[in-house]
């Protein structure tokens, strides 16, 4: 095993408040989003629908759900992870590289057990899959990786356009469908789950994949450059942050217009879905610029306090699934608040980790699936 070779002895890397801050910070809109579509899923849209129908309060929540979280957190933690894991190649020593590829490998065991037992919409299989390719691209000089960066980023918008054929007009297929609140025992939960994981990874390479490499791959270049923490990148930090207004009001809009498409069916809720993975990911690169500038401008502590429950992401991930699961399926306690409680429940959940992770951290406690993660020698060399 790779785990038992010693030739090359890791180093250990410290940790970066920011990144982990950030991490912390993009868990609150997977809470609040896997929480929100869980009943309409796992053929729903996302981020569900306003529950109440005819509730105000419900539509303005959903809207200012959508706005704040909806297609943000998975494109910010995926440029995170690139980022993380730039930082972790520091050591290009065999058995760091070693190490790394044994981490992904139990990454996509983890996904594929999370995706097909417990939450179909897993990102973790994903996740591990860019991990892999990083591997093979990790010793290519910058300015490959930025030449790689174009010909993905004209590969995601050809899959934005698929998309957007495979759901223009297309039959409204999953407004008869079983949903997550509907099935009646696990056997049935079960069998929704995983035969939805298993479209989820075949059309994955199609749909969403070529946007999670790009931006993963993004995140890894810019961990070479130590872009968001080296003083020499302030001024690019503050260009980017200047268009967080244009960002906002472009995912207000989007907002503003999945709600409308709500009345108009499933079918029509999923296309305008797709437009998310353009302002989406805007309004989060944006943010992030700002937060970074401000944390090198000695402001944003509020972030950095957010750095010790960033540990623990990933436990935290897995643990919201089962907790899903347990309370919103049909299978479980069949709870189906509204969309405001729904949104509430997920917001302080996020809090009181947060607080928690404050406390533990300092302890040096670390998440079960984080310490399985870092495989038998437990070493911790990722920022």
């Not at 993380?84 to 996509?108: E, I, K, P, Q």
């Not at 305008?272 to 502590?301: D, E, I, K």
Request: glycine share 8%; hydrophobic share 55%; charged share 10%.
């Amino acid at each position: 095993m790779g785990g038992m070779v010693q030739a090359e002895p890791l180093h250990r890397v410290s940790r970066e408040p920011l990144v982990d801050g950030l991490r912390m910070l993009a868990l609150a809109g997977v809470l609040v989003v896997n929480a929100m579509s869980y009943a309409a899923g796992p053929y729903g849209p996302l981020p569900g629908v306003p529950v109440p129908a005819d509730s105000w309060l419900a539509h303005a929540v959903f809207v200012a759900m959508t706005v704040l979280f909806q297609a943000k957190a998975y494109p910010l933690l995926a440029f995170l992870f690139g980022y993380s894991f730039a930082l972790s190649m520091r050591s290009r020593a065999a058995t760091a590289v070693m190490h790394r590829r044994g981490r992904m490998r139990r990454l996509l065991l983890l996904g594929v057990l999370h995706g097909a037992l417990i939450y179909s919409g897993d990102i973790l299989t994903a996740y591990a899959v860019c991990g892999l390719l990083l591997l093979r691209w990790a010793q290519l000089p910058l300015s490959a990786l930025r030449r790689g960066l174009a010909w993905l980023l004209v590969l995601w918008g050809a899959s934005m356009v698929l998309a957007a054929t495979l759901t223009t007009g297309a039959p409204a297929l999953t407004e008869t469908m079983p949903n997550s609140a509907s099935v009646g025992t696990w056997r049935e939960w079960w069998v929704l789950n995983v035969s939805a994981y298993w479209n989820t990874v075949l059309l994955a390479p199609l749909l969403f994949l070529p946007e999670l490499v790009t931006i993963t791959l993004a995140g890894f270049v810019a961990g070479r450059l130590r872009w968001l923490t080296h003083r020499r990148w302030q001024t690019a930090r503050l260009q980017l942050a200047r268009w967080l207004p244009v960002a906002f009001a472009a995912n207000v809009a989007y907002a503003v217009l999945l709600d409308r498409a709500v009345s108009w069916g499933y079918a029509a809720q999923n296309t305008v879905v797709v437009a998310s993975a353009l302002v989406g990911p805007w309004l989060s690169a944006a943010a992030v610029a700002a937060l970074a500038a401000s944390r090198q401008a000695g402001t944003a502590l509020w972030l950095v306090k957010l750095a010790p429950a960033g540990r623990y992401t990933l436990s935290l991930y897995v643990g919201w699934s089962l907790v899903l699961a347990l309370c919103f399926s049909g299978a479980g306690a069949a709870w189906q608040p509204g969309t405001a409680a729904v949104a509430a429940l997920a917001l302080v959940s996020w809090a009181a980790v947060a607080a928690l992770g404050s406390l533990a951290a300092p302890r040096g406690w670390t998440g079960p699936l984080e310490r399985w993660l870092a495989g038998p020698r437990r070493r911790k060399i990722t920022p």
